[in-house]
């Protein structure tokens, strides 16, 4: 806690050893002492604290230069994409390097490239941040069943996306071609196929029955998703529910899934594996909420594609389920399929009027707050940090 009425800063005396306030960024930043120590990634370390406390050191600061402190650490910093995966660099490199292994031909191909376009990196970095926090629970190094399972995650995934473009008809995936522009539809097909092969095989392997059940009912949650959106395109008496749990299905299962898989290969108790899953479950629906959002509050540039693409093709997401409860000519509009020139354009800016963004915003960080209540399980540490950094990544994309 910051207070610029004291001159005076208590903190431990392990900090000051360690070189914590080397990371302040107020101008009394490194006047500690005159150890050398190196910057940490951390937020500004100053703080008051009652001079009672045991192993605490007193340091006299200048009243300026905490008042200074103070302005400074008022500025929150945005988190980047970059930031997240460089806790778990090495890991990911090792994932990347794995799976360049697994190829459906003898020699490189540019299907392999292209597929990897494919890729979501935050699956991964996930999965490896929650692998590396559980390890702190047990004194557990990393182990060849948490490498195979996030090569596992990361063909599923890939798998999904391959067979999600084709049904969805999807000309662009993140500003890149989908794989069945470049290649045509029954290559794009197969590859799916033969990466959802490859990972049962690879599960089958790990041996642990309890992981495979997890991981197999992914699958069988992927295509209950697909159909489950198939048979309510243009449904405008579409609920809340039946929206997360289609999003539960596409989405959110995998992390799900993975995130308790990590747990049970750490060796952790039964209570911390399920709040792992549901650290994944809330995680994975936050996510799926804020793409929804986006998909009316971005350009097509930003997202890769045609901005309310999703609503074109009838797929009814957040925002307009919650609309719809207070514009009735956006029903006309939907149920008619946008049958008028000019209707879709309408159709977005109703759902701008009405008030639903604001609510799948509300939505989204509702998840995210229950995301960030499971971690607790977890003690503190660099990985944890970052776990629940990346819940502020992902609701700052809608700030």
């Known amino acids: 806690m910051l207070s610029v009425s004291c001159p005076r ?53 200048p009243a300026e230069a905490i008042a200074s402190a103070a302005t400074t650490t008022m500025i929150p910093e945005r ?26 031909f003898r020699r490189p191909h540019p299907l392999f ?43 599923i995934h890939t798998a999904s996306l391959l067979h999600d473009d084709v049904i969805d008809d999807s000309g662009m995936r993140r500003g890149k071609e989908t794989i069945h522009q470049l290649y045509g539809t029954r290559v794009a097909v197969l590859a799916g196929d033969f990466m959802f092969a490859q990972s049962s095989w690879f599960l089958a392997n790990l041996e642990n029955i309890e992981v495979i059940k997890l991981i197999s009912q992914v699958i069988k949650d992927f295509a209950s998703g697909e159909i489950k959106q198939a048979s309510t395109l243009f449904d405008c008496d579409v609920t809340l529910d039946d929206y997360l749990l289609k999003s539960y299905y596409k989405t959110a299962s995998l992390l799900a899934a993975s995130t308790r898989s990590a747990a049970i290969f750490s060796g952790v108790s039964t209570t911390i594996c399920e709040q792992m899953y549901e650290y994944g479950r809330n995680l994975g629906l936050s996510f799926q909420v804020v793409d929804d959002i986006l998909d009316f509050t971005q350009s097509a540039e930003q997202l890769g594609k045609p901005a309310g693409s999703d ?36 159709a977005i800016e109703l759902v701008h009027r009405s008030g639903g963004i604001r609510r799948a915003q509300e939505l989204a960080k509702e998840k995210g707050d229950l995301a960030l209540q499971n971690l607790q399980c977890l003690p503190k540490s660099q990985f944890r940090s970052t776990l629940e950094n990346v819940l502020k990544y992902n609701l700052q994309r809608i700030d």
């Open 9 to 61: 800063v208590y903190m431990s005396r392990k900090a000051l050893d360690f070189g914590q306030l080397a990371s302040c960024r107020c101008s009394w930043a490194g006047r500690a002492g005159t150890r050398a120590a190196p910057r940490r990634r951390m937020p500004c370390v100053c703080f008051v604290a009652s001079p009672s406390q045991p192993g605490l050191a007193a340091i006299d600061v």
């Open 79 to 104: 988190i980047s994409v970059s930031s997240l995966l460089e806790v778990v660099s090495d890991d990911l490199l090792k994932l990347n390097n794995n799976l360049k292994s697994v190829s459906l």
């Open 113 to 155: 490239g292209s597929l990897r376009i494919a890729l979501k990196e935050m699956h991964s970095c996930v999965l490896q941040l929650c692998t590396q926090s559980l390890s702190f629970l047990q004194f557990r190094e990393l182990t060849t069943e948490h490498q195979r399972l996030a090569e596992i995650i990361e063909m």
């Open 311 to 346: 609503l074109a093709k009838g797929n009814l997401t957040a925002p307009v389920i919650f609309a719809l409860q207070d514009e009735p000519k956006l029903r006309e509009i939907i149920d008619s399929e946008f049958s008028e020139s000019d209707s879709l354009a309408t």
